[in-house]
């Protein structure tokens, strides 16, 4: 399995249009060939920071993730509400198999 998670820091003004242009995103990817999990989390301590958690069977599933228009439309969107630019960080999977 290929793991990626995204931190993503938002403006404080843009907290609720982040949430909103992600939703469509989480709800095209887990319908994805490949994919296993996209979870969209928000820190209780400070509401600006996510991780976006994505797990797919292989990296050539991820990497198909972003061809898709919906990650291409939220990505895009987002872009203009970003605090500090977002930073991946991939991880494979030792358990579970």
Same mark, same amino acid.
């Given at each position: 399995?290929?793991?990626? =998670? ?15 242009? $992600?939703?469509?995103?989480?709800? @095209?990817?887990?319908?994805?060939? @490949? ?5 969209? #989390?928000?820190? #209780?301590?400070?509401? $600006?920071?996510?991780? #976006? ?14 061809? =898709? ?18 930073? @991946? ?9």
């Amino acid at each position: 399995m290929y793991v990626t =998670t995204v931190m993503v820091q938002v403006n404080q003004e843009n907290v609720q249009d982040f949430i909103d242009a $992600t939703i469509p995103n989480h709800e @095209g990817s887990v319908t994805e060939p @490949g994919n296993r999990r996209f979870d969209v #989390l928000q820190s #209780l301590e400070d509401p $600006t920071r996510f991780v #976006l958690y994505e797990a797919y069977e292989s990296e050539e599933a991820a990497a198909a993730h972003k061809r =898709t228009p919906h990650y291409l439309q939220w990505r895009e969107r987002v872009e203009p509400y970003m605090a500090e630019p977002r930073r @991946g960080i991939a991880y494979r999977s030792v358990r579970p198999v």
